[in-house]
């Protein structure tokens, strides 16, 4: 991302952080954190690529997962650090069974301010801690 200002090269590693996380591109995820990195998800503070990697290959292989990320902004930058803040909202359908788009769901799954650390490593910006707050959770159907 040559030439690309903080901000830009930020929201676009955010972008696709979460893309590989829908696709199960987990060694991408991998790639884009430093190694002693923390990933604090689902009420835990997952320290490194192992215990990431543990927890991501639990999740269910069946379902259609889409993380909606919106309103980044750099809320600090100094000299090899920058934090960035946005918001995300996840939508889910998980049958037990892989199925083709589009699958109906009832409503997303939750709404979370995302706030993003990330240090210069290997001449790249790269997630040195992440945390998911959950701000508003959706009714599910019975």
């Not at 490194?48 to 290959?57: D, E, K, M, P």
């Amino acid at each position: 991302m040559s030439g690309a200002s903080t901000f830009e090269s930020l929201v676009q590693i955010t972008h696709r952080f979460f893309w590989c996380l829908d696709e199960f591109r987990y060694q991408d995820i991998l790639s884009m954190m430093l190694p002693d990195a923390v990933w604090h998800r689902q009420g835990r503070a997952l320290q490194g690529h192992a215990q990431i990697l543990a927890a991501l290959n639990e999740r269910s292989n069946t379902q259609r997962i889409r993380h909606v990320i919106t309103n980044p902004f750099v809320a600090e930058e100094s000299g090899d650090s920058a934090r960035l803040i946005a918001y995300m909202i996840g939508y889910k359908c998980d049958e037990g069974v892989k199925q083709a788009a589009p699958q109906t769901i009832d409503n997303a799954l939750r709404f979370l301010l995302v706030e993003t650390h990330f240090k210069r490593g290997e001449g790249r910006w790269l997630i040195a801690q992440q945390r998911g707050t959950p701000e508003f959770e959706f009714r599910q159907p019975s």
